[in-house]
């Protein structure tokens, strides 16, 4: 059925990097069950990752129009609309997408891609401030955690900053492989070499 076409997804995605059997998994999901969110958001990940966007875009839409009022899918517009550096739209998006729910982990996602965006746009104070939130709604939450340290090294506060970076990595003697949340931290002091070596290592753990 569509839920056990999903579960698949997820494993040849995740754990095999075998991102053609993924698509053809999610795209029978998607097929048996239309509007199912999850598969759609897989499908549309598998897209993403293997750099056919337009493809992505255009399967993000139909989606919507399937689902106008998944909180998850309007997530994925707007992390496409940031990393297309659509700031503006990408916040104006996020706020929608929390707009329509309170569940986590989708509602602590929408603050932290506003955060992001405000960040991008020069509004430092009210994208801590959304970061924090995010952190007292979900305590170590993957993406706040690096994403306030990235911004707080950004802007001078270097010993929060470091701080910060030493508690993420401290995660991984609770077995989080998170060598991207470094990295992400190591771009907001400048250290694009170090970056570059988290990245690396990310890449070799999977």
């Known amino acids: 059925d569509a839920e056990a076409w999903t579960v698949l997804t997820s494993i040849s ?9 993924a698509e053809r998994a999610s795209r029978r999901a998607v097929q048996l069950q239309p509007r199912n969110v999850k598969a759609r958001q897989r499908y549309i990940d598998i897209l993403r990752a293997q750099g056919r966007r337009d493809e992505a875009r255009a399967e993000l839409d139909r989606s919507i129009v399937v689902q106008p009022t998944a909180a998850a899918l309007r997530v994925r517009r707007a992390t ?34 506003q955060g992001a965006c ?3 746009l ?28 990235h911004l707080l090294a ?8 470091q701080s910060m970076l030493e508690h993420v990595r401290s995660h ?7 060598r991207v949340a470094e990295a ?19 890449s070799t753990e999977r």
Do not use: C
């Open 13 to 21: 995605f995740f754990r095999e990097w075998d991102l053609k059997g």
């Open 80 to 113: 496409m609309l940031f990393e297309d550096e659509e700031y503006e739209r990408a916040f104006a998006e996020a706020r929608a997408a929390a707009s329509l729910t309170n569940v986590i982990p989708v509602y602590p996602a929408t603050l932290r891609l």
């Open 172 to 178: 991984r003697d609770h077995g989080r492989l998170n």
């Open 184 to 202: 992400v931290v190591q771009t907001g002091f400048g250290r694009p070499e170090a970056a570059l070596i988290a990245l690396k290592q990310a």
């Open 122 to 149: 020069g509004n430092a104070r009210e994208a801590e401030k959304l970061f924090r939130l995010v952190l007292q709604l979900q305590p170590h939450d993957p993406w706040a955690e690096p994403g306030l340290a």
């Open 154 to 161: 950004r802007i001078g506060r270097t010993a929060e900053a």
């Open 118 to 120: 405000l960040e991008q």
